[in-house]
């Protein structure tokens, strides 16, 4: 019953008062015990006029700890802080009691207050140890009654950095009410700090980090606490953790955390995101906020993705006016709540479908864009494989619509976002990128608007992308599903993916095609694995991942150029210029018009006439193999395979 009575009160905080009456008592404690040491513990000295002079003492402390406010730190969360405060109050009731005392020598106003000197100063000691104990005392016992009263076993956690911000995720994990967790130990590579002790807290080397040592430790977190980590550092770092049973976890940077204080929620657990080879880009000298600044933006597909980012970018820019186009009708909405909360009011959403000629032209009309950023695409390979009606409508003829307005209307750029499976492309999606990307090339021939095609790969986290994928599959318990294990993929991040586009539409002088650089293509059987590890889990024990074999179009590995082409440099590291070959642009545009028209009537050639125009479309996995005459579209994987190991 006792038991269960301190469980419901444990979380109470203690009123402010008590912890003041407290205090007051402890100091008057302290007044007696100084007096018997003084007197070498006996009562040799007028124990009346001790207490005569014991609600002076009293009085004095009741003043002190009101002015210094030391009373109103909660007790459970004693910290560096609380003490100084304690230490201000007792330096200051030591202070006004010399005084008094001085003063009452001269004045004679109290007739009985006549501390000794040597009374007042070993009675500060003796409170600010009693006052700075009792706070530890009663937080060390609430920690014991939080740890009897829960119902689940104790975590014991490493934490990897015994620098500043490894002692602060200490205190922010052992002061956390709910949290019930034991560390027990540090882990650093500073030999002046390996073996000795913080907070009580053993310091390890970097080799005790071992199988068998985390068996016998019992760990199963440990949480990097390493601010401006380097990136390759870190991916080492984990990936030789992930083998162990443990689930790792790091701590944000300083500049995100609340208030600038580490609160336990923010520790997060270490992200797929976070172990990618690949550094993060980041822009200096940036052109975009000449190039879009008191002009009027259109950003087609603009609560996509790529779109949606692309729009918050802007945002930040003083553009004239930004309209954002999209069919979808609740992700514009979410969108446009979005940029209203963070004060945004600046921007236009328009529901509308680029395949609608007539209303793309009442807007063109009506808002009379200078720059347009087209992101509205189909975009997922098995979907349109066998959907090549819609591929064409959006993709190729829905680029051709926007594209026309654009000269029709005098915009002064047009920026395309293409896609890394427009490059030899071996399904209908990628071909129909690809096609969009001629399209826009032929278009720069009229010499009006300057057409810019951006292309890149995968993007992080964007709606039906790999590893959002992986960690649905991985929280209902499994399998992982793959289509290949040797398959690999490129990645970026969207807001970075966002900030190149915008960048090479800032530099983009017409007719380029921008490649962005990617780093290192992921192979996404490793990537399934890590993932798995990461959540705590082991492979194939726990979850397990399941090959399933290419589906219709998929590639076993994306290309940044096509066949004939080379790269160019700019200013910026990180984007290149594709070298494309030449193309007969005349005869390519009267191919485009006849596709767009022939799809308009269900006709089944239209993968016949996209595979004219893009002679390097050859399809794999796909029934619509039989519509090459190449043999290579029926060898499927196995010679995707040897190109990929000779790589």
């Not at 600038?260 to 550094?279: F, P």
């Not at 940036?286 to 949606?308: C, P, Q, W």
């Not at 993916?497 to 800032?506: C, F, I, R, W």
């Not at 082991?538 to 399933?548: G, H, L, M, Q, R």
């Amino acid at each position: 019953m006792i038991q269960n009575y301190l469980s419901s009160t444990v979380e109470r905080y203690a009123s402010k008062w008590l912890v003041l009456g407290i205090d007051i008592a402890i100091v008057a404690i302290s007044f007696v015990l100084s007096y018997l040491i003084r007197f070498n513990l006996t009562f040799d000295f007028d124990v009346d006029q001790l207490f005569l002079q014991l609600p002076w003492v009293s009085l004095i402390a009741l003043f002190s700890f009101l002015t210094v406010g030391s009373y109103k730190g909660v007790v459970r969360h004693t910290g560096v802080r609380d003490v100084y405060n304690i230490f201000n109050a007792i330096c200051l009731a030591s202070i006004l009691s010399i005084f008094l005392v001085l003063a009452n020598r001269q004045l004679q106003f109290a007739e009985n207050f006549t501390i000794p000197l040597s009374i007042i100063i070993i009675n500060s000691l003796i409170s600010f140890i009693a006052l700075v104990s009792s706070r530890y005392i009663f937080k060390t016992m609430y920690q014991n009654l939080i740890s009897q009263s829960s119902f689940n076993s104790t975590k014991n956690i490493l934490i990897y950095g015994a620098g500043e911000s490894g002692i602060l995720t200490h205190g922010a994990i052992t002061n956390h009410s709910k949290s019930n967790v034991k560390v027990i130990g540090y882990v650093d590579r500073d030999k002046k700090k390996i073996g000795k002790l913080i907070n009580g807290v053993h310091v390890y080397s970097p080799q005790s980090l071992t199988e068998d040592f985390i068996r016998k430790k019992g760990v199963s977190e440990v949480i990097f606490c390493i601010q401006n980590i380097d990136h390759k550092r870190l991916k080492k770092l984990v990936e030789g953790l992930v083998d162990f049973s443990v689930l790792v976890k790091i701590v944000p940077p300083v500049e995100d955390w609340i208030n600038g204080e580490l609160k336990a929620s923010q520790i997060k657990k270490v992200q797929i995101e976070d172990l990618l080879n690949r550094a993060p880009i980041d822009i200096t000298n940036s052109k975009i906020r000449e190039e879009v600044e008191g002009k009027v933006i259109f950003v087609t597909g603009g609560a996509g993705s790529i779109g949606s980012e692309i729009v918050r970018q802007i945002c930040n820019y003083n553009c004239r006016s930004l309209v954002i186009i999209d069919q979808a009708e609740s992700a514009l909405y979410d969108l446009q709540q979005e940029l209203i909360q963070k004060g945004y009011h600046n921007f236009i959403p328009l529901v509308g479908d680029v395949r609608d000629k007539n209303r793309m032209n009442s807007i063109f009309q009506e808002h009379q864009p200078d720059m347009v950023f087209h992101a509205a695409a189909y975009k997922h390979v098995p979907l349109m494989e066998y959907n090549s009606y819609e591929a064409i409508k959006i993709n190729i003829a829905g680029t051709k619509t926007i594209a026309d307005l654009a000269i029709n209307h005098k915009v002064e750029k047009f920026v395309l976002i293409s896609t890394d499976k427009a490059v030899n492309p071996t399904n209908v999606m990628g071909a129909s990128k690809r096609i969009a990307e001629i399209y826009s090339s032929c278009m720069q021939q009229e010499g009006k608007t300057k057409f810019i095609t951006t292309r890149f790969g995968n993007v992080l986290g964007s709606n039906g992308s790999v590893i959002p994928l992986f960690r649905k599959q991985i929280e209902n318990g499994g399998p992982i599903t793959l289509t290949h294990k040797e398959i690999t993929r490129y990645f970026m991040t969207i807001p970075e993916a966002s900030q190149l586009v915008l960048e090479a539409g800032a530099m983009g002088k017409g007719g380029e095609i921008f490649i962005f650089d990617m780093g290192e293509s992921v192979k996404i059987y490793d990537l399934a694995k890590n993932m798995i590890k990461l959540s705590g889990l082991s492979y194939p024990e726990d979850i397990d991942i399941k090959v399933t074999g290419l589906r219709p179009g998929e590639k076993l590995y994306e290309e940044l150029l096509a066949n004939g082409e080379n790269t160019l440099p700019t200013y910026h590291k990180k984007i290149k210029i594709s070298k494309v070959r030449e193309l007969d642009y005349v005869d390519l545009r009267s191919k485009i018009d006849e596709l767009c028209i022939t799809n308009m009537f269900f006709s089944k050639n239209t993968v016949k006439l996209m595979k004219s125009i893009v002679p390097e479309y050859i399809s794999k996995n796909s029934k619509l193999c039989e519509l090459d005459d190449n043999e290579i579209s029926k060898t499927g994987d196995k010679t995707v395979l040897k190109v990929v190991q000779s790589r």
